[in-house]
């Protein structure tokens, strides 16, 4: 567990400085794949909050759920879940985020995979959920060469209905 000191500025324009201490604290299945992390937060010598992932995963051993739960002083609660989806190579196609509703799941952002005939990833697209549709968020676009080795990549982002070449220049989500 490594200490931290962290400024927190209070409305009256007081400064406390708090020690903050974090810790992952990891368990295994029987075939080496770490099955949970608990990440607890610390903050002035108390608990404050917890997240605790629990994977899981196909035969080939990749991931297919990380589930995320929550905890600020009350039982966990259900806050995310991620899912991944492979292609018969065993690459990517999809990982999708969603946001914990009560009992119901909300999506949130999913990314989207494309792969060209050697298997090689072509490009990578981020779109958030609009509450009806996906829209673009985000993508790279990657290059190879003869040899299927990559010689370089393009980020572009979604503005105005059209791909813009460059990174997007406001925060991810």
Known sequence: MQARIVPVKLPDGTVLHYKTYMEHLYTYDNKGNMSTDLFKQWFADTVNQMYKHTYTYNEQNKMTL???QKWIGGP??????DTFTYNKQHSMLLHLR???SGTTWINVWQAVYVYGAANNLVSETTQNW??????????TMYAYNANNLQ????DEYWKDGTWHNGL???PRR
């Open 130 to 139: 609009d509450g009806q549709y996906w829209e673009n968020y985000d993508r």
């Open 151 to 154: 010689v370089g990549h393009t």
């Open 66 to 68: 990380d589930f995320w």
């Open 168 to 170: 997007r220049p406001s």
């Open 76 to 81: 966990w609660r259900d806050y995310y879940k």
């Open 98 to 100: 969603q946001a914990a």
